[in-house]
Protein backbone atom coordinates (compact mmCIF):
# COMPACT_ATOMS: atom_id res chain seq x y z
CA UNK A 1 0.00 0.00 0.00
CA UNK A 2 2.02 2.90 -1.15
CA UNK A 3 1.25 6.66 -0.14
CA UNK A 4 1.63 9.88 -2.46
CA UNK A 5 2.35 12.83 -0.39
CA UNK A 6 2.87 15.91 -2.42
CA UNK A 7 4.92 18.89 -0.46
CA UNK A 8 5.05 22.27 -1.53
CA UNK A 9 2.61 24.90 -3.17
CA UNK A 10 1.28 28.19 -1.85
CA UNK A 11 1.13 31.75 -3.49
CA UNK A 12 3.35 32.85 -5.95
CA UNK A 13 3.44 36.24 -8.08
CA UNK A 14 3.69 35.75 -12.18
CA UNK A 15 6.33 35.27 -13.34
CA UNK A 16 7.73 33.74 -10.61
CA UNK A 17 8.63 30.20 -9.68
CA UNK A 18 7.96 26.84 -7.94
CA UNK A 19 8.60 24.02 -6.72
CA UNK A 20 6.84 20.64 -6.15
CA UNK A 21 7.65 17.71 -4.70
CA UNK A 22 5.92 14.54 -4.46
CA UNK A 23 7.20 11.10 -2.66
CA UNK A 24 5.64 7.78 -2.50
CA UNK A 25 6.03 5.87 1.12
CA UNK A 26 5.23 2.02 1.71
CA UNK A 27 6.31 -0.67 -0.30
CA UNK A 28 3.62 -3.02 -1.44
CA UNK A 29 4.34 -1.72 -5.07
CA UNK A 30 7.10 0.44 -6.75
CA UNK A 31 6.32 2.90 -9.61
CA UNK A 32 7.34 2.79 -12.87
CA UNK A 33 6.57 6.00 -13.83
CA UNK A 34 4.64 9.25 -11.86
CA UNK A 35 3.43 12.09 -13.06
CA UNK A 36 1.55 15.70 -12.22
CA UNK A 37 -2.08 16.99 -13.27
CA UNK A 38 -3.73 20.12 -12.07
CA UNK A 39 -7.24 20.84 -11.54
CA UNK A 40 -8.74 24.19 -11.29
CA UNK A 41 -12.46 24.83 -9.84
CA UNK A 42 -14.75 24.31 -12.05
CA UNK A 43 -12.51 22.60 -15.14
CA UNK A 44 -11.39 19.31 -15.64
CA UNK A 45 -8.65 17.68 -14.60
CA UNK A 46 -5.75 17.98 -16.71
CA UNK A 47 -2.62 16.61 -17.43
CA UNK A 48 0.72 18.58 -16.60
CA UNK A 49 4.19 16.36 -16.79
CA UNK A 50 5.21 12.63 -16.31
CA UNK A 51 8.43 10.56 -16.18
CA UNK A 52 9.03 7.00 -16.77
CA UNK A 53 11.71 6.36 -14.94
CA UNK A 54 13.39 3.14 -17.29
CA UNK A 55 15.18 6.15 -19.56
CA UNK A 56 13.93 8.96 -17.95
CA UNK A 57 11.41 9.76 -20.81
CA UNK A 58 9.33 12.73 -20.11
CA UNK A 59 6.17 14.41 -21.38
CA UNK A 60 4.79 17.79 -21.07
CA UNK A 61 1.51 19.30 -21.63
CA UNK A 62 1.80 21.95 -24.42
CA UNK A 63 0.83 25.05 -21.84
CA UNK A 64 3.34 24.34 -19.75
CA UNK A 65 6.44 23.23 -22.11
CA UNK A 66 9.33 25.14 -21.99
CA UNK A 67 8.52 26.17 -18.17
CA UNK A 68 7.99 23.25 -16.03
CA UNK A 69 10.64 20.59 -15.92
CA UNK A 70 9.56 17.39 -14.13
CA UNK A 71 12.51 15.11 -12.76
CA UNK A 72 12.83 12.44 -9.71
CA UNK A 73 14.90 10.05 -8.00
CA UNK A 74 13.47 6.69 -8.63
CA UNK A 75 15.60 4.67 -6.13
CA UNK A 76 13.77 7.20 -3.54
CA UNK A 77 10.39 7.28 -5.02
CA UNK A 78 10.36 11.06 -5.31
CA UNK A 79 9.41 13.23 -8.26
CA UNK A 80 9.92 16.91 -8.68
CA UNK A 81 8.07 19.87 -10.20
CA UNK A 82 9.98 22.43 -11.01
CA UNK A 83 7.37 25.59 -12.02
CA UNK A 84 9.12 28.60 -14.16
CA UNK A 85 7.72 31.97 -15.51
CA UNK A 86 4.42 30.80 -13.42
CA UNK A 87 1.08 32.49 -15.19
CA UNK A 88 -2.30 33.25 -13.72
CA UNK A 89 -3.75 30.32 -15.18
CA UNK A 90 -1.42 28.21 -13.80
CA UNK A 91 -3.65 28.80 -10.86
CA UNK A 92 -5.15 24.70 -9.83
CA UNK A 93 -4.92 22.09 -7.53
CA UNK A 94 -1.67 20.09 -8.12
CA UNK A 95 -2.13 15.92 -8.18
CA UNK A 96 0.98 13.67 -7.96
CA UNK A 97 0.14 10.06 -9.70
CA UNK A 98 1.80 7.09 -9.71
CA UNK A 99 1.85 4.04 -12.60
CA UNK A 100 2.03 1.12 -10.54
CA UNK A 101 1.35 -1.59 -13.44
CA UNK A 102 4.48 -0.82 -15.76
CA UNK A 103 2.90 0.43 -18.45
CA UNK A 104 4.57 1.21 -21.29
CA UNK A 105 5.90 4.87 -22.42
CA UNK A 106 4.79 8.00 -20.97
CA UNK A 107 1.42 7.42 -19.11
CA UNK A 108 -0.71 11.18 -20.45
CA UNK A 109 -4.13 10.28 -19.16
CA UNK A 110 -5.48 10.10 -15.56
CA UNK A 111 -6.95 6.51 -15.90
CA UNK A 112 -3.60 5.30 -16.37
CA UNK A 113 -2.31 5.95 -13.19
CA UNK A 114 -3.69 3.98 -10.13
CA UNK A 115 -2.07 5.96 -7.24
CA UNK A 116 -2.76 9.63 -6.16
CA UNK A 117 -2.08 12.48 -3.94
CA UNK A 118 -4.10 14.80 -2.20
CA UNK A 119 -3.58 16.82 -3.72
CA UNK A 120 -1.70 20.86 -3.34
CA UNK A 121 -2.76 24.15 -4.05
CA UNK A 122 -0.97 26.41 -6.57
CA UNK A 123 -2.10 29.96 -6.75
CA UNK A 124 -0.09 32.75 -8.86
CA UNK A 125 -1.49 36.22 -8.43
CA UNK A 126 -1.29 38.86 -11.33
Known amino acids: QVQLVESGGGLVQAGGSMSLSCTAS????????MGWFRQAPGKEREFVAA????????AYADSVKGRFTISGDNAMNTVYLQMNSLKAEDTAVYYC???????????????????WGRGTQVTVSS
Open 26 to 33: GRTSSTYA
Open 51 to 58: IRWSGGSA
Open 97 to 115: AGDTRGRLGVPLVASLYDL
